[in-house]
């Protein structure tokens, strides 16, 4: 198949309050392409029907990020975009020298609204923001921590709080600086070579439950980003949201990302409900259930999730999966900078998936309809997805082997090695274009990757035959016949038995060949309520047997060596393709499926670095890991004739309904 992918209402009633600060400024503005199976090349221009994939980076902070300048970060705009296209450049806390092996086709880069690119100016002897006695704190903090501690402990408390230092969030400041990263962007955006979106970060946080989200904008950016000053609740977000739709015609949208660390909030059957000053929102007995607003509100605002980045995986938990050997990939356990473990439940995508659907029976949106995207999340100016080259993700705390490797904790809370390098976002896109990409992300047609650029199409459908991923006109007659991932199957036909899946993946030229492909079912049990899933191999390497006994497919062969961190890449597929059909098909239930691509074991980053110092990996994280691919999702939806009930507490929580 070596030529299959050659081819190339009421806004008053429905936004309630406006924040105060943002109310002054709001309304006052006006890759790789698929040219051969195996040799990906760059987009020469025009639209592809069929599509092209692009990689790229949905997330990451320059030295305009608040928390970036203040652990020493002085990359800018301009170093970030130049890495990211391939050009040579220097760590900016220490000087080392960086060139990615595979450029990318895009780039977000998503300061922090909060302070957006204000404190770099302390260090701009020409601006008057360096004349106060706080900013030169800061600033001498940068060198030396034992100088700025009260200055930044003032600043982290400011956000914590949601009561920002006024001087620095004026109207004029952010709409200057702002502008500033708009026409930088402008100037690095090459249509058909190299995307530079516009976006930003809202970084809500309150008692250290990250409700993060980052936010795009298609091709006209909005006047100013909202920021957690203005409120720490996505319900008032997702009101910028719809002014800018439906006021100023500006298309937007945000993308959540560590329900990991939300402490169980990103995924919860509650409305996210309070303020910093009124902590009575912790406690999941006073919350409320979430209602048809809500649901339908997140649902129209949010359509992507980010499952992967340097604070950990957050598909899965060994406690809500435990029949899932893969679950426990790259754990990040603790609320940032707290410590304190993070509560599991309502934290992790897939019990959000199907959280989303009970929700959906009984308030008639599904708010977790999200596909997938991953990023880096990197505090230092770069784009660190490829394992061997990993050079930490917060600053002068982790930017040598050394720092990243010591066993006691940094100044984040955890020690260097407990991160993850940054994860890779493909888009199925017509062209390498702002519109393309952001019109890519919004259809769902996405998936995100732990690193590796492996290549991966999911389809859905319901006549779709057996050899369908053999046929050189694969990519043509799937769309045709049926819907690719992050879409609803169409409407079942009387006389078909189960919805057939057509999945094909290959692998990363630079990285690891595959294992297995999985598909990934999950649906509520009709008895309980409880979440379910099935874990289902359709397509693996090395001719190995699946276990009669357990149902195990048995591991592929690890050929890493440890103590030089090489591996022979032996083992494996360079391809893997399936067509299968769910053999547990309820038409009366409604379900989702999505597919995890697996690599064979490579070296973790922090056994390249061990390496380097000639010292044991540490033995607290995996001296291998299997990186992977997560599709954005297929939903089922039974038509109401056949629809069972989605639950046992459907009648009890209906009393909560608001």
């Known amino acids: 198949m070596s030529d299959v992918f050659t081819r190339k209402s009421n806004p008053g009633a429905r936004f309630g309050r406006l924040p105060v600060m943002l109310a002054a400024v709001l309304m006052s503005a006006g890759a790789w392409a698929a040219e051969s199976v195996g040799e990906p090349g760059r987009d020469k221009r025009g639209a592809n029907p069929l599509k092209n994939v692009y990689f790229g980076e949905q997330h990451m902070h320059t030295r305009n990020s608040f928390d970036a300048f203040t652990i020493g970060v002085s990359a800018t705009w301009n170093d970030a975009y130049r890495f990211a296209k391939g050009e040579k450049v220097k760590l900016s806390t220490n000087g080392t020298p960086m060139q990615r092996r595979t450029p990318y086709d895009f780039v977000a880069i998503t300061d922090h609204a909060e302070y957006y690119g204000v404190l770099k100016e302390f260090a701009n002897p020409k601006s008057e923001l360096s004349k106060s006695d706080f900013a030169k704190q800061i600033v001498a903090g940068v060198k030396d921590p034992s100088k700025a501690g009260p200055a930044v402990q003032k600043l982290i408390q400011t956000l914590v709080q949601a009561e920002p230092l006024p001087e620095y969030v004026t109207s004029e400041l952010r709409k200057d600086m702002w502008q500033r990263f708009i026409k930088t962007a402008d100037a690095h955006n090459d249509p058909g070579k190299f995307t530079a979106l516009y976006a930003y970060e809202w970084t809500s946080i309150p008692n250290g439950a990250n409700m993060h989200r980052n936010v795009f904008f298609k091709d006209k950016p909005a006047t100013v980003p909202f920021s957690s000053f203005d409120s720490v609740l996505p319900q008032d977000l997702w009101t910028y949201l719809e002014i800018q739709r439906e006021q100023e015609d500006v298309d937007v949208f945000a993308i959540p990302h560590n329900s990991n660390v939300s402490d169980g909030w990103m995924f919860s059957d509650r409305m996210f409900m309070g303020t910093p000053r009124d902590k009575k929102y912790a406690s999941r007995n006073l919350g409320v259930y979430m209602d048809t607003r809500y649901a339908q509100r997140q649902s129209e605002n949010e359509p992507l999730f980010e499952i992967h980045q340097t604070k950990g995986n957050s598909e899965a938990h060994p406690w809500l999966s435990p029949n899932d050997e893969f679950a426990n990939f790259e754990p990040f356990p603790s609320l940032i900078s707290l410590g304190t473990p993070s509560q599991i439940k309502g934290g992790y995508y897939r019990q959000g998936l199907v959280e989303g659907m009970k929700i959906e029976n009984e308030v008639g949106f599904n708010p977790y309809k999200m596909g997938v995207v991953a990023g880096a999340d990197v505090h230092s100016g770069y784009q660190g997805n490829e394992e061997w080259d990993w050079n930490g993700s917060h600053g002068n705390l982790d930017d040598t082997p050394q720092k990243r490797l010591n066993p006691a904790p940094n100044a984040t809370g955890e020690n260097g090695f407990t991160v993850s390098s940054a994860g890779t976002t493909a888009v199925w896109a017509t062209e390498n274009t702002r519109a393309g990409i952001w019109d890519g992300m919004k259809s769902k047609e996405t998936y995100g990757t732990t690193g590796t650029m492996i290549r991966l199409r999911f389809f859905g459908g319901w006549d779709y035959p057996s050899n369908l991923v053999k046929d050189k006109n694969f990519v043509d007659k799937a769309y045709k016949g049926g819907v690719p991932m992050g879409q ?171």
């Open 488 to 658: 609803d199957l169409p409407a079942k036909p009387d006389n078909t038995k189960a919805p057939t899946f057509a999945v094909w993946a290959q692998k990363d030229p630079e990285s690891g060949n595959l294992d297995r492909v999985q598909i990934i079912k999950g649906w509520s049990n009709l008895r309980t309520g409880f979440p379910a899933e099935k874990i289902y191999d359709v397509a693996w390497s090395d001719n190995r047997e699946v276990d009669t006994q357990t149902g195990k497919l048995a591991p592929v062969r690890n050929t890493v060596d440890v103590k030089t961190a090489t591996y022979t890449n032996d083992s494996g597929d360079t391809q893997l393709s399936a067509v299968w059909t769910d053999p547990d098909f309820d038409p009366g239930q409604k379900a989702v499926y999505y597919v995890r691509v697996l690599e064979v074991p490579t070296p973790r980053w922090s056994t390249y670095d061990a390496v380097k110092l000639g010292v044991e990996p540490p033995a607290a994280v995996p001296s291998t890991i299997q990186e992977r691919a997560y599709s954005s999702p297929i939903w089922y939806t039974p038509h109401p004739s056949a629809a069972k009930s989605l639950g046992s507490e459907t009648s009890d929580r209906s009393q909560h309904i608001q």
